[in-house]
């Protein structure tokens, strides 16, 4: 389950780095665009993590098999 939970965590790792960058430019636009980058990222982490709760039985399943449903209840307190 933790090993989920940090997979979702790095999907938007290159978003953040090309953010990074460009906000190191020094643009007039910078605020503008951190927030703009920030609002839609919250919504993506937002969208993912209600996902992964609702779906957790099956990702479980598909990924380890039925011998860890324990590990489903794991997941959902961890997602959120």
Same mark, same amino acid.
């Given at each position: ?9 790095? =999907? ?8 990074? @960058?460009? *906000? ?5 636009? #910078?605020?503008? &665009? ?15 993590? =209600? ?8 990702? @479980?399943? *598909? ?5 860890? #449903?324990?590990? &489903? ?8």
């Amino acid at each position: 389950s933790e090993k989920i939970v940090r997979l979702a965590g790095q =999907i938007f790792e290159p978003i953040k780095i090309a953010l990074f @960058i460009r *906000i190191n430019k020094k643009d007039h636009n #910078t605020h503008y &665009i951190f927030k703009k980058f920030s609002t839609t990222l919250m919504i993506f982490a937002v969208l993912l993590s =209600i996902i992964i709760y609702v779906f957790s039985k099956e990702i @479980i399943t *598909i990924i380890y098999g039925n011998g860890f #449903t324990d590990s &489903i209840k794991i997941l959902q307190i961890l997602i959120i």
